[in-house]
């Protein structure tokens, strides 16, 4: 049961387009713009149940008439499902459905670019409804696929950056045998650095931040024999997210960045010639990142992040004690 509009200036606006003398179609048109403004920019939850009421109000008055209208109406009410801040099984499923009662009539009637966004968000939809095993997740990857054809890094670049991060992403949360665990997490690593050739630093460094990050993680968890290199690799990569992440503009992200890069210290010896002589450099190195994360994420009330990080450190402090044995 979803709750019914509060907001007086929601009911006001509605009021307004009633008894307002415009065509059908124009007050489909204002119910959808103050859905999106809702949407984009949402102060409180409710406001995002107000903008999934406004979009059922917009598909009640489409209709059989005004079938393009009516599938961007269920376009931005399955977008608003899923935003809504933990949205459960039930939710999720909503949003699916609507996605894909839109999606054939967006092939038929909307620009390319639409349609495109659409498989994106549906193929967010089922990534998240993957956990609730609900969704397969090679379902997820072919609805990026599709937004892809669209979504070029010449024409796209931020949307194609998204798409490579959300696939290499799904890739990374298969599972099978040996053979197959390996074979997914060489192709998002593969995914990350074909990505990486078209994205680069000046021109879009928030995304080029994101896919070093998460190459970084992608490398440094690798079920490899050489895992020295493979922690080498995520390190410089992490190094080129730090380019861009800093406690300044970005605190959230640069804490998320050098925890992860402070994970790949814990495990790498300070000489990489000669692992035998230890890492006790390495491991102060990665307390000092993880001191600095902890402070951050405790600071911006990230609790999760902050326990986590809050173990790691115990870990680590552990490990030099024994090192100064």
């Not at 179609?25 to 149940?49: F, V």
């Not at 990486?196 to 998460?214: D, T």
């Not at 410089?236 to 640069?254: C, G, I, S």
Request: hydrophobic share 40%; proline share 4%; glycine share 4%.
């Amino acid at each position: 049961m979803t709750p019914s509009i509060t907001d007086s200036t929601v009911k006001a606006a509605l009021a307004a387009i009633a008894s307002e003398s415009a065509t059908t179609e124009e007050k489909i048109q204002m119910l959808i713009e103050l859905a999106q403004g809702l949407q984009k920019k949402p102060k409180t939850p409710d406001d995002l149940w107000n903008a999934f009421e406004l979009y059922q109000q917009a598909i009640k008055m489409c209709g059989a008439d005004y079938s393009l209208w009516k599938a961007r109406s269920q376009a931005g009410m399955a977008g608003v499902l899923k935003s809504i801040p933990d949205a459960g099984a039930e939710l999720l499923l909503q949003a699916k459905a609507a996605y894909e009662e839109a999606l054939p009539i967006l092939q038929q009637l909307a620009v390319t670019e639409e349609t495109a966004e659409a498989q994106m968000n549906l193929g967010l939809v089922l990534q998240s409804l993957v956990a609730f095993n609900l969704a397969r997740i090679t379902d997820s990857i072919a609805a990026y696929q599709e937004a892809l054809r669209v979504f070029t890094c010449e024409k796209y670049p931020q949307e194609y950056a998204i798409l490579s991060n959300n696939i290499a992403i799904a890739y990374l949360s298969m599972s099978g045998g040996t053979e197959q665990q390996n074979l997914y997490e060489g192709l998002a690593v593969q995914t990350f650095e074909s990505a990486l050739k078209h994205i680069n630093l000046i021109e879009h460094p928030r995304e080029y931040a994101m896919l070093q990050n998460n190459l970084g993680n992608a490398l440094q968890y690798l079920q490899s024999s050489h895992p020295v290199e493979n922690n080498l690799r995520a390190i410089a990569a992490y190094n080129e997210a730090l380019k861009v992440r800093n406690y300044q503009d970005t605190p959230l992200e640069y804490a998320n960045t050098i925890a992860n890069k402070a994970n790949a210290l814990f495990n790498l010896p300070d000489d990489p010639e000669k692992p035998e002589l230890g890492n006790s450099k390495n491991l102060l190195q990665a307390r000092d990142y993880y001191q600095q994360a902890w402070e951050i994420f405790s600071q911006y009330q990230q609790a999760e992040q902050a326990e986590a990080v809050a173990q790691a450190l115990q870990e680590v402090a552990a490990e030099i004690a024994i090192c100064n044995s």
